[in-house]
């Protein structure tokens, strides 16, 4: 069972469209994750929220835009993508990323492609 | 930033036979190594992790050990099924921060 939800599991989009990610969890985790993972890669860290304060954002392009609204829910909005932007896009939560022995469950991604 | 190595990057052995998939790094204040299966087109899924006080952790078919001096752990998994076939990711905390390893894809020949 996957305790990490994301909507929707597919997005086929052009590169002029806004669209939106949307995680969610249940299990009063306090830290979010957003990872992008190309094939045969492993997950590459986009954005951290921790309490739902965004605590890291590694360099990645403002068409990118994260969103915690309360402690359950993260959002990814996308705007004006790229097709290297096509990619495997996971949500992770873990119960507080300042203590350590704390592992990340993931959700089952979103596949997006851009045309 | 710490860098994870991991070792192969892929394996084949014949279903029963055991595999070993090793990961080395390079800072001493990594405290805690998770290790993750992720199957074609799915999640990577948690499948057993070990704190850095403890030097070997098993769950039935599956271990891990960790020499902290060497600054390496390993995944084990004996009596190796067809549905063992995946990537295998290592991961480690560091920095308030998970760092995978490249991944290691098994195949399990029947």
């Known amino acids: 069972d996957t305790e990490v939800t994301q909507t929707p599991k597919h997005l086929v989009m052009g590169m002029t469209n806004k669209k939106s990610l949307k995680c969610e969890q249940h299990?009063?985790?306090?830290?979010m994750y957003w990872y992008k993972q190309k094939a045969k890669k492993p997950p590459e860290l986009m954005f951290v929220y921790s309490y739902e304060k965004l605590s890291i954002n590694e360099s990645v392009p403002s068409r990118f835009s994260p969103e915690c609204p309360n402690s359950s829910l993260l959002n990814l909005h996308l705007h004006a993508l790229q097709p290297e932007d096509s990619a495997l896009y996971l949500c992770?939560?873990?119960?507080?990323?300042?203590?350590?022995?704390?592992?990340?469950?993931f959700g089952d991604g979103t596949r997006l492609s851009i045309l | 930033g710490e860098n994870v190595e991991q070792h192969p990057s892929t394996l084949s052995v014949q279903e029963g036979d055991s595999a070993v998939i090793k990961c080395t790094y390079s800072d001493s204040a990594s405290n805690y190594f998770p290790w993750y299966k992720q199957e074609l087109g799915k999640r990577p899924q948690l499948i057993i992790d070990i704190r850095s006080n403890v030097g070997e952790k098993k769950d039935q078919r599956i271990a891990v050990t960790l020499n902290k001096t060497a600054k390496h752990f390993s995944l084990h998994i004996t009596e190796t099924q067809p549905e063992d076939s995946a990537v295998y990711f290592c991961a480690l905390y560091y920095g308030q921060n998970f760092v995978f390893g490249p991944g290691t894809r098994l195949s399990v020949l029947p």
């Open positions: 299990m009063g985790h306090r830290a």
């Open positions: 992770a939560s873990s119960r507080d990323r300042d203590r350590p022995y704390q592992p990340q469950h």
